[in-house]
Antibody, heavy 121, light 110 residues
């Protein structure tokens, strides 16, 4: 059974760097055809895809935030870390990590419960 | 402004059929598979449909998906009160080299 759980600060000040950790179980990010994505939802807004890391360390970022985002993985601890630099109040929202299935399908099949982040001074 | 276009709302009475559209471009829906997600308030999004018309195990067959050209649709038949939620379509976009989501459709059961 695949599970994912996000963790990180609930409150971050503007201009600081937000660091979120996704701890997962039930799969290995060293296996072929596996990925973990980050998606967020700002208050009253739609889901917004942010970043993706594949089993081979390849990464993808949403173009509008590429300069501020970094995603890394640690296969020994089954964790994926997302960093967002120079945060602003518009970055407030709930951040989700999700397992990307790539064999026989291409979709985020299991999601974490999400972690709420507020950017405020 | 989301890359994939969905109607902001849809509604129906219990038992009715509701259809949600998702309009995109060749670079996303036209050339890649589509997935649909159900998002209840306070809960994690749930995968409803993958590869435009496949249901994960455990998803009722009341939910069905289809794709034609650069558009996709999600249909909910036999609408139930527990279907009240936000629904999102998503696809890979070859031009943006990343995932794109629709703006979401809020389904209300009258």
């Amino acid at each position: 059974q695949i599970t994912l759980k996000e963790s990180g600060p609930q409150l971050v000040k503007p201009t600081q760097t937000l660091t979120l950790t996704c701890t997962f179980s039930g799969f290995s990010l060293s296996n072929n055809e596996v990925g973990v994505g980050w998606i967020r939802q700002s208050p009253g807004k739609a889901l917004e895809w942010l970043a993706l890391i594949y089993w081979d360390d390849d990464t993808r970022y949403t173009p509008s935030l590429r300069s501020r985002l970094t995603v890394t993985k640690d296969t020994s601890t089954n964790q994926v870390v997302l960093k967002l630099t120079n945060v602003d109040p518009v970055d407030t929202g709930t951040y989700y990590c999700a397992h990307l299935m790539m064999v026989t399908a291409f979709a985020f099949d299991v999601w974490g419960q999400g972690t709420m982040v507020t950017v405020s001074s | 402004q989301s890359v994939l276009t969905q109607p902001p709302s849809a509604s129906g009475t219990p038992g009715q059929r509701v259809t949600i559209s998702c309009s995109g471009r060749h670079s996303n829906i036209g050339n890649n598979v589509v997935s649909w997600y159900q998002h209840l308030p306070g809960a994690a999004p749930k995968l409803l449909i993958f590869n435009q018309d496949q249901r994960p195990s455990g998803v009722p067959d009341r939910f069905s998906g289809s794709k034609s050209g650069t558009s996709a649709s999600l249909a909910i038949s036999g609408l139930q009160s527990e279907d009240e939620a936000d629904y999102y379509c998503a696809s890979w976009d070859d031009s943006l080299n990343g995932w794109v989501f629709g703006g979401g459709t809020k389904v209300t059961v009258l």
